[in-house]
């Protein structure tokens, strides 16, 4: 018989984690029938786009070589087999003693020779990691998988055919989109402030991936508005300074100072909250293994009666949990600072509610030092209730914010914080199940889980690397970057940009404004014209919840099936990826964590192969 075909559209880390995991499973499921896999993208299969060795050598991740990736492990709770692999620190360490063979780029080599597992490699490193894995998978592929390569893109779908932009196709028994990060066009509001902006000859640059954008038309000492303080704005602030030719050197007590080139504009930074997000910690648990997860578990939640709300029911417990790994932490690693045991305490803080008067009487009791004590709100917003007079003494302000956050995430003596960081990375890898099991209110799901929460999370738990926050403190002294504070606001007048903030009185005037963020997930605005034409015409569905969209495209949780319109799914089409209903993570996995992404690659890769094997008796129209 010939051969099944499976086209999936998007060959990055997301994609190739798929191919890898049809691969370990078909032995099982496949037996003696044949499968061709063609992987569509126009960047190389393994780094995708967003991994493209391609790019800038300033930009790096912002996860540690110890923390990535994309093996599976005992820990990995799935029907299929576990395939391991090293992490990328490990493919590092095989690399230097020549145990991995691998062709690497010459100016990587300095890096991989000076590497250690807690630092922050290059996105270049990473591309070489990925483009290495993919080569991996295709030497283990069993007899009977071939895959073949289309370095193009898809552009639409017409009944089985996949049409492809170089004028190719594919009969595709199998679709798979695993597409990453929705690129969307600039939202109604956004797009007004566009056209309005250009009227007067003003330059916008909406959300968008910053590797893609071209800024090299912002000029030279130009006063910029950027709204958004998370990594993206870190990738732009690296790119418009250093990667302009300005220089930073070691200062002899410690911090950095910045050499201008000359060919800076100066930035002026906001956002919502005001501060970047958390240096990532640079070290390692103290105390003893953290038990997880401990409140925020499956049993507690199904004790909860009815439809969840995710502030009233969920948000306690998980509140909960974060407060459990911090003080878990605190205890086991640093006994000086309670004034109870581990044991004592832990049995008591059981008992009682999140946030009660008993619970913060237990607390002030065990925990004599104020700044041992975690406070989430204050966590969450830093600049809530402050005022300044001056942008001056705004200014100062947050210099010591961001330099006291660089001295908790340098000083062993605060690993309470990785203890809450680890909790929460439990806690978010838990919410997609949550999710498919329907019980959350639709409305809270949306504003509170995919809004309020997400954010918090990225502030809290995937900001930069220590070195970007110094940085921007380096810049800030050179007159390069200026905060401009927190509920940052925009308007247009008398055809100039006018940028303010409740932080402080005045106001900044600029002819640029970018906006530092990646677009939310927006399947109705995607730009990518093959989701574009799925969507127009209805193969294709945003995720709408009681009649709010969510932006994401529409799949069966349980399987990763395409729902249609109408709701129904479609038999032999599936989609994996942080914007879809399954909510994955999009970030990379950590060793010895039983990844989310994992366990969903597994489940739908056994899907199609067990929808596979029937098409091949008697192949059946959609």
Not at 120 to 139: D, E
Not at 398 to 420: T, V
Request: charged share 25%; with cysteine; hydrophobic share 40%.
């Amino acid at each position: 018989m010939p051969p099944a075909q499976l086209a999936i559209i998007g060959a990055g880390p997301r994609g190739v984690g798929v191919l890898e995991r049809l691969s370990a499973n078909a032995p099982e499921l496949l037996g003696d029938a044949r499968l061709v896999v063609h992987l569509v993208d126009p960047f190389p299969p393994g780094p995708g786009r967003i991994w493209r060795y391609e790019q800038s050598p300033l930009l790096r991740m912002n996860s540690m070589t110890e923390d990535v990736t994309m093996f599976t492990d005992e820990t990995v709770q799935i029907d299929g087999p576990i395939g391991p692999g090293p992490s990328l620190f490990e493919w590092v360490e095989r690399l230097r003693a020549g145990e991995v063979d691998h062709v690497l780029a010459e100016d990587l080599r300095e890096e991989l020779n000076s590497l250690a597992s807690t630092d922050f490699p290059t996105r270049r490193l990473q591309s070489a990691y990925l483009g290495w894995v993919y080569r991996k998978v295709l030497t283990d592929l069993p007899r009977g998988i071939e895959v073949v390569e289309h370095h193009t893109r898809a552009t639409h779908i017409e009944g089985d055919v996949v049409w492809l932009a170089d004028g190719g196709s594919i009969a595709a028994d199998i679709v798979v989109l695993t597409v990453g990060h929705l690129d969307a066009e600039p939202d109604p509001a956004e797009q007004g402030l566009a056209d309005e902006a250009a009227g007067h000859g003003l330059a916008y640059y909406p959300a968008g991936y910053t590797a893609d954008v071209d800024y090299a038309a912002v000029p030279p000492g130009e006063h910029v508005l950027v709204r958004g303080f998370g990594l993206a704005f870190v990738d732009l602030m690296l790119l418009l300074t250093e990667g302009r030719g300005g220089r930073f050197t070691e200062l002899p007590g410690g911090g950095l100072h910045y050499e201008p080139s000359g060919r800076e504009p100066v930035l002026h930074v906001g956002s919502r909250r005001g501060v970047p997000y958390h240096a990532k910690p640079g070290y390692r648990l103290q105390g003893e293994p953290l038990q997880l997860p401990k409140f925020f578990t499956p049993e507690a939640i199904a004790e909860i009666p009815g439809e969840l709300d995710f502030r009233a029911d969920l948000w306690p417990l998980i509140a909960k949990e974060l407060a459990w790994g911090y003080y878990s932490e605190l205890f086991t690693g640093h006994p000086g600072r309670v004034s109870l045991s581990f044991a004592e305490f832990a049995a008591q803080y059981a008992d009682f509610a999140w946030d009660s008067a008993e619970m913060r009487a237990l607390i002030e009791r065990a925990v004599p030092g104020e700044d041992d004590r975690l406070d989430l709100d204050r966590l969450d917003r830093p600049l809530t209730g402050k005022r300044f007079d001056t942008a001056e003494a705004f200014g100062k302000h947050l210099r010591e914010y961001i330099e006291a956050d660089l001295a908790r995430r340098a000083n062993r003596e605060y690993s309470a914080d990785l203890g809450a960081f680890m909790a929460m990375l439990s806690v978010y890898g838990r919410l997609p199940g949550l999710v498919a099991t329907g019980r959350l209110d639709p409305r809270s799901q949306v504003s509170d889980l995919d809004g309020w929460f997400h954010g918090f999370f990225s502030y809290y738990a995937s900001g930069p690397p220590p070195r970007r926050l110094e940085e921007l403190l380096a810049l800030e002294q050179a007159g390069v970057v200026s905060f401009l504070g927190a509920e940052m606001r925009v308007t247009l007048e008398d055809g100039r940009y006018v940028g303010s903030s409740v932080s402080f009185p005045g106001e900044v005037e600029a002819s640029t404004l970018i906006e530092a963020r990646l677009p939310a997930a927006s399947l109705s605005r995607a730009s990518d014209g093959l989701l574009r034409q799925l969507r127009e015409t209805g193969q294709l569905a945003e995720e709408v919840v009681q009649g709010l969209p969510s932006g994401r495209i529409h799949t069966r949780v349980a399987d990763g099936r395409v729902v249609r319109p109408d709701g129904t799914p479609q038999h032999r089409w599936f989609s994996l990826g942080p914007h879809t209903s399954a909510r994955s993570a999009g970030a990379f996995t950590r060793p010895r964590t039983n990844s989310v992404s994992f366990r969903q690659n597994d489940a739908v890769a056994r899907e199609i192969l067990r929808t596979i094997k029937p098409l091949l008796r008697s192949p059946c129209p959609e």
